[in-house]
Structure formats: C-alpha cells, structure tokens
C-alpha cells in the first residue's frame, strides 16, 4: 500500500544512547518532515526536508538531526538521548504541487528514554 | 500567542447531534487550512481541506473558513460514536516556508 513507513514503531533507551528513527515513502513527494507530539503541546516541527538534498530547522530541533538520504527516504537521528526527548514521533510528506494537498502521516514511533 | 489555537476540550455530544469544533490563527496570510483525527494511540488522518472562504461539505463533514476573521471550523453532522477522537487543525505558515502548525486537538467524545 502506499504511504509513509517508520520505523520501529517502539524504542526504550538509555540516557546516553543513540538511535536513528527511519522513513520512507512511496507517494514521490518532495516534501518530507518530522515532528514529535507530546501531551498538551500538539506536534511540533523538529525538521523537514522541501526537496532531495535539502533540510531545514523546524520549532524544535535541538538534540536532533536528520537526513534527506534520496527523495524516498527521511531519517532522523538522536546523537545523545535524554528523557526529555521521550516522546511519539510522526514523519509525514507532502506534494507541493498545490496549496490544498495535506500531510500523510506514519504510523508514529513511540519512544521513552530512561 | 500561539500561531494555531483550539479549545482542548474535552467536548462531548450525544449520538445523532452536531458536534461544532473551532480553530483559530495568527497568521492572515496563511492560504490552506486542514482538519485531521487522531484516535488514540495511532497517527493523525487527514478528513477534511479548505482553502476558499465559505462552507466545504464532504459527507458529514462541513469545514467553514473565514479569512477575515482568521477562523476555521468543523461540524460534524449525525455525530457517531466511531467519531470520538481528537480533532487537529492545522494551518500552513506562508512566511516559514509553508510549514504547517498544529493546534493542540480538541478531544471529541460521542455518547451513544
């Protein structure tokens, strides 16, 4: 099926410990982000890419970083984790072709650091 | 100020009511406007788009823009309890790149 793929889907680290959370999708979007959302704050931009080879700071980005590896695929990657950074993570991508056209989502990567 | 803002609810409607949930933004020259539901624990579903000032039906669903006002909203019509979720608008920020905010959802619950 079409759409956007993450994974994993759950992740428990370390205080300490890296982790790269990965993505793709088959929709030949150009557009490619990644937010996290956490109780009574909604979700929030951590990074998005607006074409192949480019990436761009979002609301949140610290203790982050990511990778635009081809148009398909976008990864993000926690160099460092600390519990502050327990929270689900959604990637999404868009086609830029008009104003009207929405996000699709992934599934969410759920992780908790201890 | 936050750029999106919705009432977090929780909201709760019988079944066959219109459930009415409201969004507000900062920024006027935002262009495109979106509704998703998120159930709990899976992703948000993109339901409805709007882009025109005025009404856009689909199925029970009417989203209702007003530029002026800076103001979208969602009406759910003959509200079911499958409808039970929490509900994010969503705004694109023109002068960021077109980056899209979220509001922080409102939770919507029907009583069967």
């Known amino acids: 099926n079409a759409g956007v793929t993450q994974t994993p889907k759950f992740q428990v680290l370390k205080t300490g410990q890296s982790m790269t959370l990965q993505c793709a999708q088959d929709?030949?979007?150009?557009?490619m982000y990644w937010y996290r959302q956490d109780p009574g704050m909604g979700l929030r931009l951590i990074y998005y890419s607006a074409s192949e080879g480019t990436t761009d700071k979002g609301e949140v980005p610290n203790g982050y970083n990511v990778s635009r590896l081809n148009k398909r695929e976008f990864s993000l990657r926690l160099e460092s984790a600390a519990p502050s950074q327990t929270s689900v993570y959604f990637c999404?991508?868009?086609?830029?072709?008009?104003?009207?056209?929405?996000?699709?989502f992934g599934s969410g990567t759920r992780l908790t650091v201890v | 100020q936050k750029e999106v803002e919705q009432n977090s609810g929780p909201l709760s409607v019988p079944e066959g009511a219109i459930a009415s949930l409201n969004c507000t933004y900062s920024?006027?020259?935002?262009?495109?406007f979106f509704w998703y539901r998120q159930y709990s624990g899976k992703s948000p579903e993109l339901i409805m788009s709007?882009?025109?000032?005025g009404d856009k039906e689909d199925g029970r669903f009417t989203a209702q823009l007003n530029k002026a006002s800076q103001y979208v909203s969602l009406l759910i019509r003959d509200s079911q309890p499958s409808d039970s979720a929490t509900y994010l608008c969503?705004?694109?920020?023109?002068?960021?790149?077109?980056?899209?905010?979220f509001g922080t959802g409102t939770s919507l619950t029907v009583i069967p």
């Open positions: 920024d006027r020259v935002s262009q495109s």
């Open positions: 969503a705004v694109n920020m023109p002068n960021t790149g077109n980056q899209f905010y």
């Open positions: 929709m030949n979007h150009n557009s």
């Open positions: 999404a991508s868009r086609t830029d072709r008009a104003i009207q056209y929405g996000y699709t």
């Open positions: 709007i882009y025109s000032n």
